[in-house]
């Protein structure tokens, strides 16, 4: 585990307090199936920051902390220095502390404060168990019913800040206040020829995975059949000998062009360990317990379930193997098509709300679910589509999808995403749009280095519709959705409207890989144009029911979570 809550008390007296509370926390927060480890603490003056589940990938110096990648690793505790990487930075200064978020927030920080405590933790139900009380945020359950995530900069609780990306937070702590500097993100294309801009993202992914030494005692790259994983294979994995993982299903090893066919391939050719780590929707894990530890690990900020139906067993098993860390291949090189829409922009980044479907009821003012964008994600005067794409993709995609799956993993081990590093997305962002397309340049570069291996054409995990309409899991979010908390905490229209539609498929759905090729295909030709003619014709798309149940029931589930959380200390320290 790779996880942070760091305080600040006003007086004194509360110091005992706040250490015991930091780790009284290792044991509510880590996974149930690890072992219990004490937290590490640091302390400076009325300071102090816990490490949860503390491992040698994490950087400590007095009693600042460092989670992720910095490049050249030098000072990064020094107040003020302005560092590359993807990283999440906690350091004292002679006045407080101070908190730094890499270029496109990927590893998340949350924040809160009191009348007796500050707090920034890389876990809201810390910051909610040291508040003592819950407020739920309707626009988080809002957002996470309508796209599967919390939405832009919204926690579980109302009191709770998401620090944005790029952001450096002060706190002083005689002021008792918070200021917080964060960079705008401006994407205007350089006036320079294609070929230089080639050299120039070259030239910026190669001084980045320069900087990458990890031991391959104890790291490994999780690697799929696409290009961004690919990228880190011949940057960095070779020359570092990376073990490889990929999970899925047992029939993907069959499909030749699945993730795990390819994957396999890859280190076949280059003769580099790879490990395959079978994931089933056979009944041996209920999905009761992948739920469970679904919430236990993520906190329920992200909806893709379907990539741990072992219940996370990969995961434990890479822990007891002395697996510290992995390396992601998560990027913000450019989406796929050309949106023939602001509708469609907003889809392809999967920054959908509640009024985009055209099957679900209007829900009345007085269930408190009406959305907005705010304005720094709104369309800008004169921005094309392609660049508003693009700039959601890196403003709403990355800090609120691909960091929520990155917590996922931090449960177990750390992670580390250098393609998100800062240094990559400002070569990124002067980019014409053509280049950002379909991630054009990034993938010539790849190619142009890679064997003659293929890239993927299907993933090795199952699929949504699969798990989704199983006869267990609609039993499962039946149950959940049938319980008292569900009436209490849903609003009724929606929560009624999924009652009514919760469907069980009773025949497993077969992938007919070759008409999912041809899809594709006449995707990538005909897709803008053709896309375009039906967002004319019927503007909004239907929410599948049991995708809907299954967010319904993360919110229901992380509810309680949460409310017993806020009693977690209430009473506990008078007898200690």
């Given at each position: 585990?790779?996880?942070?809550?760091?305080?600040?008390?006003?007086?004194?007296?509360?110091?005992?307090?706040?250490?015991?509370?930091?780790?009284?926390?290792?044991?509510?927060l880590k996974m149930d199936h690890l072992p219990d480890t004490p937290a590490l603490i640091v302390r400076s003056g009325r300071r102090m920051g816990a490490v949860y589940q503390n491992s040698p990938?994490?950087?400590?110096?007095g009693a600042s902390i460092c989670l992720g990648l910095t490049e050249n690793g030098e000072a990064w505790w020094e107040p003020g220095k302005a560092l590359d990487g993807s990283f999440a930075i906690f350091r004292e200064t002679e006045t407080g502390v101070e908190i730094v978020t890499d270029a496109l927030a990927s590893r998340t920080v949350w924040t809160a404060q009191n009348d007796r405590f500050f707090i920034a933790s890389t876990s809201?139900?810390?910051?909610?168990?040291?508040l003592e009380s819950f407020v739920l945020n309707r626009q988080a359950m809002a957002w996470m019913l309508s796209s599967g995530t919390l939405g832009p900069g919204h926690s579980w609780d109302e009191r709770i800040q998401h620090l944005p990306g790029d952001s450096t937070l002060r706190f002083d702590m005689e002021r008792w206040q918070a200021e917080v500097d964060t960079r705008p993100v401006r994407f205007t294309?350089?006036?320079?020829?294609?070929?230089?801009?080639?050299?120039?993202?070259?030239?910026?992914?190669?001084?980045?995975?320069?900087?990458l030494h990890p031991d391959p005692r104890y790291w490994v790259l999780p690697l799929s059949g696409g290009v961004d994983s690919r990228a880190l294979l011949l940057g960095m994995g070779l020359r570092e000998n990376l073990p490889c993982i990929t999970w899925g299903t047992k029939a993907a090893l069959q499909q030749p062009k699945s993730d795990a066919v390819v994957a396999r391939r890859l280190t076949e050719h280059f003769g580099i360990p790879f490990r395959y780590f079978p994931m089933e929707m056979d009944g041996t894990v209920h999905p009761d317990?992948?739920?469970?530890?679904?919430?236990?690990?993520?906190?329920?900020?992200?909806?893709?379930?379907?990539?741990?139906l072992d219940g996370f067993a990969t995961w434990k098993t890479l822990v007891d193997e002395g697996i510290t860390g992995i390396v992601r291949g998560d990027e913000a090189f450019g989406a796929t098509a050309v949106p023939p829409t602001g509708y469609e922009a907003r889809r392809a980044i999967a920054c959908m709300m509640l009024m985009d479907y055209g099957n679900l009821p209007p829900c009345p003012p007085e269930e408190h679910l009406q959305q907005a964008l705010p304005e720094w994600l709104q369309r800008r005067h004169r921005e094309s589509l392609v660049t508003w794409r693009d700039r959601l993709f890196q403003q709403f995609r990355v800090p609120y999808e691909l960091a929520a799956l990155t917590d996922l993993k931090t449960a177990y081990v750390e992670v580390l995403n250098p393609l998100l590093a800062g240094s990559i997305q400002e070569v990124v962002r002067e980019m014409p749009d053509h280049l950002r397309t379909r991630k054009r340049v990034f993938r010539e570069l790849v190619e142009a280095q890679s064997p003659k291996v293929p890239f993927a054409a299907h993933p090795a995990v199952e699929t949504d519709r699969n798990l989704l309409r199983s006869a267990r899991m609609v039993e499962l979010l039946r149950g959940i959705l049938n319980h008292e908390a569900a009436f209490r905490v849903l609003p009724p229209t929606l929560h009624e409207f999924i009652l009514a539609h919760l469907m069980i498929d009773r025949k497993k759905q077969k992938r007919n890989w070759r008409i999912m090729r041809l899809r594709r295909y006449l995707k990538r030709l005909t897709g803008p144009i053709i896309t375009g003619l039906l967002q004319r014709g019927r503007p909004k798309v239907d929410m599948d029911p049991n995708r809907l149940a299954l967010r319904g029931a993360i919110v229901v589930k992380m509810v309680e979570i949460l409310e017993e959380d806020a009693v977690f200390f209430v009473g506990g320290e008078a007898a200690q």
């Amino acid at each position: 585990m790779a996880r942070v809550t760091y305080v600040v008390v006003r007086s004194e007296e509360d110091l005992p307090m706040a250490e015991s509370r930091l780790q009284r926390l290792a044991g509510r927060l880590k996974m149930d199936h690890l072992p219990d480890t004490p937290a590490l603490i640091v302390r400076s003056g009325r300071r102090m920051g816990a490490v949860y589940q503390n491992s040698p990938a994490v950087n400590v110096n007095g009693a600042s902390i460092c989670l992720g990648l910095t490049e050249n690793g030098e000072a990064w505790w020094e107040p003020g220095k302005a560092l590359d990487g993807s990283f999440a930075i906690f350091r004292e200064t002679e006045t407080g502390v101070e908190i730094v978020t890499d270029a496109l927030a990927s590893r998340t920080v949350w924040t809160a404060q009191n009348d007796r405590f500050f707090i920034a933790s890389t876990s809201q139900r810390a910051i909610v168990a040291f508040l003592e009380s819950f407020v739920l945020n309707r626009q988080a359950m809002a957002w996470m019913l309508s796209s599967g995530t919390l939405g832009p900069g919204h926690s579980w609780d109302e009191r709770i800040q998401h620090l944005p990306g790029d952001s450096t937070l002060r706190f002083d702590m005689e002021r008792w206040q918070a200021e917080v500097d964060t960079r705008p993100v401006r994407f205007t294309a350089a006036p320079i020829s294609d070929a230089e801009q080639r050299k120039r993202l070259a030239d910026a992914v190669e001084a980045v995975l320069n900087q990458l030494h990890p031991d391959p005692r104890y790291w490994v790259l999780p690697l799929s059949g696409g290009v961004d994983s690919r990228a880190l294979l011949l940057g960095m994995g070779l020359r570092e000998n990376l073990p490889c993982i990929t999970w899925g299903t047992k029939a993907a090893l069959q499909q030749p062009k699945s993730d795990a066919v390819v994957a396999r391939r890859l280190t076949e050719h280059f003769g580099i360990p790879f490990r395959y780590f079978p994931m089933e929707m056979d009944g041996t894990v209920h999905p009761d317990l992948v739920l469970r530890r679904f919430l236990q690990a993520g906190e329920g900020r992200v909806d893709h379930i379907r990539g741990y139906l072992d219940g996370f067993a990969t995961w434990k098993t890479l822990v007891d193997e002395g697996i510290t860390g992995i390396v992601r291949g998560d990027e913000a090189f450019g989406a796929t098509a050309v949106p023939p829409t602001g509708y469609e922009a907003r889809r392809a980044i999967a920054c959908m709300m509640l009024m985009d479907y055209g099957n679900l009821p209007p829900c009345p003012p007085e269930e408190h679910l009406q959305q907005a964008l705010p304005e720094w994600l709104q369309r800008r005067h004169r921005e094309s589509l392609v660049t508003w794409r693009d700039r959601l993709f890196q403003q709403f995609r990355v800090p609120y999808e691909l960091a929520a799956l990155t917590d996922l993993k931090t449960a177990y081990v750390e992670v580390l995403n250098p393609l998100l590093a800062g240094s990559i997305q400002e070569v990124v962002r002067e980019m014409p749009d053509h280049l950002r397309t379909r991630k054009r340049v990034f993938r010539e570069l790849v190619e142009a280095q890679s064997p003659k291996v293929p890239f993927a054409a299907h993933p090795a995990v199952e699929t949504d519709r699969n798990l989704l309409r199983s006869a267990r899991m609609v039993e499962l979010l039946r149950g959940i959705l049938n319980h008292e908390a569900a009436f209490r905490v849903l609003p009724p229209t929606l929560h009624e409207f999924i009652l009514a539609h919760l469907m069980i498929d009773r025949k497993k759905q077969k992938r007919n890989w070759r008409i999912m090729r041809l899809r594709r295909y006449l995707k990538r030709l005909t897709g803008p144009i053709i896309t375009g003619l039906l967002q004319r014709g019927r503007p909004k798309v239907d929410m599948d029911p049991n995708r809907l149940a299954l967010r319904g029931a993360i919110v229901v589930k992380m509810v309680e979570i949460l409310e017993e959380d806020a009693v977690f200390f209430v009473g506990g320290e008078a007898a200690q």
